[in-house]
């Protein structure tokens, strides 16, 4: 008897260890998690380009960009998505991280976040509202539902985080 709850233990702690989830190494960079693969998968990371366009004579925009209309990281949509992110204990992730959609315009991916016109000026952009899910002290699910395909991006103060949603 007692050989068998030693055999029963082993399994057990055994297929537990299989089922954790895989965490990200690094602070502030988050990642596609493949439920059904259990995997990680990183997201295009890019320092963001700035732009700025003459919109006729009595108005202009301004906002970031990427090179490319599609990332090179293709993700399909599933309902919910999870994405994993790794931060310092004690912050919130979605005062680190927006979760956007770009516009597509000819050989870029685009935010415009400032539009002029010669009597006014609006800044703001769309942001995708995002749940949290507490894995453990510093990490984070960033659930995701009902996103359309298209191109996305986490933004913190640094970097773009971007992936396609097929």
Request: charged content about 25%; cysteine-free; glycine content about 4%.
């Amino acid at each position: 008897m007692k050989n068998y709850s030693i055999i029963v233990l082993l399994l057990l702690a055994f297929t537990s260890s299989k089922a954790q989830t895989k965490l990200p190494e690094f602070n502030d960079k988050p990642a596609y998690f493949n439920t059904s693969t259990n995997e990680l998968i990183e997201l295009e990371k890019s320092q963001y380009n700035t732009m700025a366009k003459a919109k006729g004579l009595f108005s202009a925009e301004g906002g970031f960009y990427l090179n490319g209309t599609k990332s090179s990281v293709k993700i399909a949509n599933k309902n919910p998505l999870k994405f994993i992110v790794k931060v310092n204990p004690g912050t919130d992730p979605t005062s680190v991280f927006d979760l956007v959609k770009f516009e597509v315009r000819k050989d870029k991916r685009v935010l415009v976040t400032t539009k002029a016109k010669a009597t006014s000026t609006s800044t703001s952009y769309e942001k995708i509202s995002y749940t949290l899910e507490k894995i453990k002290d510093g990490y984070y699910f960033l659930v995701a539902k009902n996103l359309a395909p298209g191109e996305y991006f986490f933004g913190s103060n640094d970097f773009m985080f971007a992936f396609s949603l097929e």
